[in-house]
């Protein structure tokens, strides 16, 4: 037998990393929301780009800049939550444009302001606030449509596609507001986020109804306690958050790229715009090589491992001068938030029932946009009180050692497999076995919707069942 040629053999391998582009060829609905929502976060990440260097020009304090991921993370919890709960309360579809026209006008609120030179510090602040709380209750409405248009087995390459698209506009979003806040002032930044919302409107009134399945529930802190409790019982889960928000936390240093830049880098807006985007180059090329992610089982020792690669390229970013080696700490650490990311959302869609995959989605908001604000509070806390080498250097040494403690305090993470069969307590309970099978809103041929059953959402217990798959 002729052995393969070489040729054809890099030709395998390249397939197999290549991103699995395989939601947007079989979902025409999910490919249109797809490319809107990264043209949206293209014009979102330009603003949270443009708010920080704003305040950093007005006060020249990295505390104040931290202030700015302060202030929105109490309406991102109290609103997260609640937003969850109101996902499976109503027409998600229609909760989602109502979000939507809010980010709009918050965007607009932030050319206005600085147009009309009414722009402080304190003026700032408030529109962040308004602005988390809008995008407390889009969030995770926006997360449960993908389980609805596609099969169970596509989430994780929807998770992956999602990220490449998020973080083409981490990439470009960053460099392209230091470039347009160096030249047209922050102002046009928020005009040009204000336009890019009409891709998103576009893409959600394309979509079917979205009324949650099995009948809505009420809204309120009774339901907020139902997912609660519902998290509870899945530890794997939780244990999943945990690792998010020590990373997080204490591994974040975006709050301190403005003045890194200045000092460290001996750089301006331009500089500070690439540390911005370099986590997202990583995270970028990281989906685009990410065709083996679908073949992965372990998903919660892949987040661990991510963590602990975050934690060390943070930590060794901290210690550098160099521009071009600091960019390339940052690449890698993005690269590995992206595959934490992925496998992070995965865990979450197999183990919800529809019933609850709001408020379960609001719970990951709050943690995966909470962390990264209570990091920029730690990181500008602790360069106020040193300097900020010592703030990021110090943060992702206690990553390190943070991680460490959830993989061995919190095991159901490190033995959770996505091809097994949960049996213990860790099992669904009643109230999620009432909740099945799930039908979902598939695209059939020319994009005609189909029905699909599901099968039972998994759970995480340490004591599982094999049901297929590969290791």
């Known amino acids: 037998m002729t052995p393969p040629r070489p040729a054809g053999r890099l030709r395998r391998a390249a397939g197999a990393l290549s991103a699995d582009l395989t939601p947007l060829r079989d979902s025409p609905t999910f490919r249109g929301l797809w490319a809107a929502e990264t043209v949206s976060s293209l014009g979102t990440q330009m603003t949270f780009v443009a708010v920080p260097l704003q305040v950093y020009t007005l006060s020249r304090s990295s505390l104040q800049v931290g202030l700015v991921g302060l202030v929105g993370l109490v309406p991102l919890v109290l609103l997260g939550l609640l937003g969850g709960a109101i996902a499976d309360a109503v027409d998600r579809r229609r909760l989602v444009l109502l979000t939507t026209a809010g980010l709009a006008l918050c965007s607009l609120a932030f050319a206005v302001v600085t147009l009309t030179g009414v722009a402080s510090v304190p003026v700032l602040l408030v529109l962040t606030a308004l602005q988390a709380g809008c995008s407390a209750v889009d969030s995770p409405t926006r997360r449960t449509f993908p389980a609805r248009l596609l099969r169970r087995d596509q989430i994780p390459a929807a998770g992956s596609l999602e990220q490449v698209g998020f973080n083409l506009a981490l990439t470009v979003g960053p460099l392209l507001a230091g470039l347009l806040v160096g030249t047209a002032g922050s102002q046009a930044v928020y005009l040009l986020d204000t336009v890019t919302f009409a891709a998103t409107a576009w893409a959600v009134v ?30 794997a889960l939780g244990a999943s958050f945990a690792a998010d928000i020590v990373a997080m936390v204490f591994g974040m240093p975006r709050a301190l790229f403005p003045a890194l830049a200045a000092g460290q880098f001996a750089g301006g807006a331009r500089t500070a715009g690439l540390l911005y985007a370099a986590p997202a180059v990583g995270a970028l090329v990281s989906g685009a090589t990410g065709g083996w992610i679908s073949r992965v089982q372990r998903h919660g020792t892949a987040v661990l491992l991510s963590v602990v690669v975050w934690g060390a390229s943070i930590a060794a970013f901290g210690l550098t001068t160099a521009l071009w080696l600091g960019l390339v700490l940052l690449a890698v650490a993005g690269a590995a938030d992206m595959v934490s990311a992925v496998f992070r959302n995965a865990i979450v869609q197999a183990v919800t029932p529809d019933a609850l995959r709001g408020r379960l989605s609001g719970i990951f908001i709050v943690v995966v946009a909470g962390g990264p604000r209570l990091g920029d509070l730690e990181s500008g806390g602790v360069a106020s009180l040193f300097d900020p080498r010592v703030s990021v250097v110090s943060g992702g040494i206690v990553c390190l050692v943070a991680v460490a403690a959830v993989a061995v305090f919190m095991p159901s993470l490190r033995r959770y497999r996505a091809d097994v069969v949960p049996v213990g307590p860790d099992a669904p309970g009643p109230a999620a076995a009432a909740m099945r099978p799930e039908p979902r809103v598939l695209d059939g041929p020319a994009g005609r919707p189909i029905a699909d059953d599901v099968s039972p959402p998994d759970g995480d217990g340490s004591l599982r069942e094999p049901a297929g798959g590969t290791t």
């Open 206 to 235: 394309r979509l079917p109804a979205m009324p949650p399945l099995g009948g809505a529930t009420r809204s309120g802190l009774r339901s907020v306690a139902e997912g609660l409790r519902y998290l509870r019982t899945q530890r």
